[in-house]
């Protein structure tokens, strides 16, 4: 079975600055995707940003970017230039096959 | 409107009563999922469904049935509510695999938050 851990149940963050959410995610899989997604206020779910396994690269969208490293299997999510609307739970999730594994949830709080 | 339709979006029970949570899409994906929402606990899956005739256990699925009514349509009951039930629940949907590979995206509905007396 697959796990996911987020070891920073809280984080606080100036406005303007950059923080860096953790997770860790254990499988006996090769090939699978790594997702982070926020959950603001609203409830809503919205994804953030993705990742193969099999591409090196690191996925960057717009002002948020991940450092994938795969032997340690460690996903941390950077967010730069941080924004008052960046205040939300991120989740980190894994998927191997048919659907995903969460991790326990980091509430970000960017204070101005 | 919302592609991934919940309701109710917010419900009030009592222990012992039966709920059903529904959920509707109108994305045209096959596959669909209910999962629940704890504190510290991250989200849960409870059922999920590749097509009409397919139905499976998730992790935590004591307590709960499932129903796949259509494509489009996928709802969960609680035959006899308890506290420890009360949760934010949310339905997600994704699309069959691209070229051999699944993508892994859910798109999620805007959650049901279910507090059971």
């Known amino acids: 079975a697959q796990t996911v851990t987020q070891s920073q149940p809280e984080m606080s963050v100036q406005e303007a600055e950059t923080v860096t959410l953790s997770c860790t995610y254990d499988t006996s899989e090769s090939n699978y995707y790594l997702f982070w997604y926020k959950q603001p206020p609203s409830r809503q779910m919205i994804l953030v940003i993705r990742q193969e396994a099999y591409k090196q690269q690191n996925a960057t969208e717009n002002r948020f970017s991940v450092n994938f490293q795969k032997a340690a299997k460690s996903f941390s999510l950077k967010i730069s230039d941080s924004q008052l609307g960046d205040t939300a739970m991120y989740f980190c999730a894994f998927n191997a096959g048919n659907m995903l594994t969460f991790g326990g949830g980091t509430r970000l709080m960017v204070k101005p | 409107d919302a592609d991934v339709t919940q309701t109710p979006r917010n419900r009030i029970t009592k222990t012992g009563k039966r709920i059903m949570l529904e959920c509707s899409q109108t994305k045209g994906h096959d596959r669909m999922y209910w999962y629940r929402q704890d504190p510290g606990l991250g989200l849960r899956l409870i059922y999920y469904?590749?097509?009409?005739?397919?139905?499976n256990k998730g992790e935590i699925s004591d307590g709960y049935s499932v129903s796949r009514q259509a494509q489009a349509k996928f709802s969960l009951s609680l035959e006899s509510a308890i506290p420890n039930q009360t949760a934010l629940y949310f339905c997600?949907?994704?699309?069959?695999?691209?070229?051999?590979?699944?993508?892994?995206?859910?798109?999620f509905g805007e959650g049901s938050r279910l507090t059971v007396l």
């Open positions: 469904s590749f097509d009409v005739k397919d139905i």
């Open positions: 997600a949907t994704s699309d069959l695999p691209m070229n051999g590979r699944e993508t892994g995206e859910l798109f």
